[in-house]
T-cell receptor, first 107, second 112 residues
């Protein structure tokens, strides 16, 4: 049983499309993180959320605590957005990670 | 910016070798973690440390050990490498338990 489920697992989009990646979790959390992993392997943190919505450039992350669900949106997608996006939740004691969504944006 | 540096990006080792993966962070973080990442399995916690000379087993510690002699350095040791330890290894650090993580660039280890 996975504490964090992401969908879709793989996603291919045309440049300019609006993209949504979903994350559902089953544990109580203190915060939810969206991470980005580029093909080289390094991971960077995009957002840390405990409620509501955050926006950074073309990226928007939302969370619904009651429904235990978060979404990551990318507006006007670009080939450089191609990466694996990982949802992670912090229960206060430990992190649980989703298996990632592999996004490919085609020019 | 916090930096977490993993000493090697790519490593190829032979079965039975003793392997050291080094991780250094430069922001005086208390907590350090070692994960491995495999396709379809996501990130799985191997070991973590909340203080110098302190270590705790994660979800998949078998076949691994760790060392934290100094606050900034957390080493992952494969006592006798096996082919099922071929994986991407990621080190992370954080200021405290409820803070975000900073990840290293990863070490892709291949055991032949």
């Amino acid at each position: 049983k996975n504490e964090v489920e992401q969908s879709p697992q793989n996603l291919t989009a045309q440049e300019g499309e609006f993209i949504t990646i979903n994350c559902s979790y089953s544990v109580g959390i203190s915060a939810l993180h969206w991470l980005q992993q580029h093909p080289g392997g390094g991971i960077v943190s995009l957002f840390m959320l405990s409620s509501g919505k955050k926006k950074h450039g073309r990226l928007i992350a939302t969370i619904n605590i009651q429904e235990k669900h978060s979404s990551l949106h990318i507006t006007a997608s670009h080939p450089r957005d191609s990466a694996v996006y990982i949802c992670a939740v912090n229960t206060g004691n430990q992190f649980y990670f989703g298996t990632g969504t592999s996004l490919t944006v085609i020019p | 910016d916090v930096k977490v540096t993993q000493s090697s990006r790519y490593l190829v080792k032979r079965t039975g070798e003793k392997v050291f993966l080094e991780c250094v962070q430069d922001m005086d973080h208390e907590n350090m973690f070692w994960y491995r990442q495999d396709p379809g399995l996501g990130l799985r916690l191997i070991y973590f440390s909340y203080d110098v000379k302190m270590k705790e087993k994660g979800d998949i510690p078998e076949g691994y050990s760790v060392s934290r002699e100094k606050k900034e350095r957390f080493s992952l040791i494969l006592e006798s490498a096996s082919t099922n330890q071929t994986s991407m290894y990621l080190c992370a650090s954080s200021f405290a338990r409820n803070y975000g993580y900073t990840f290293g660039s990863g070490t892709r280890l291949t055991v032949v």
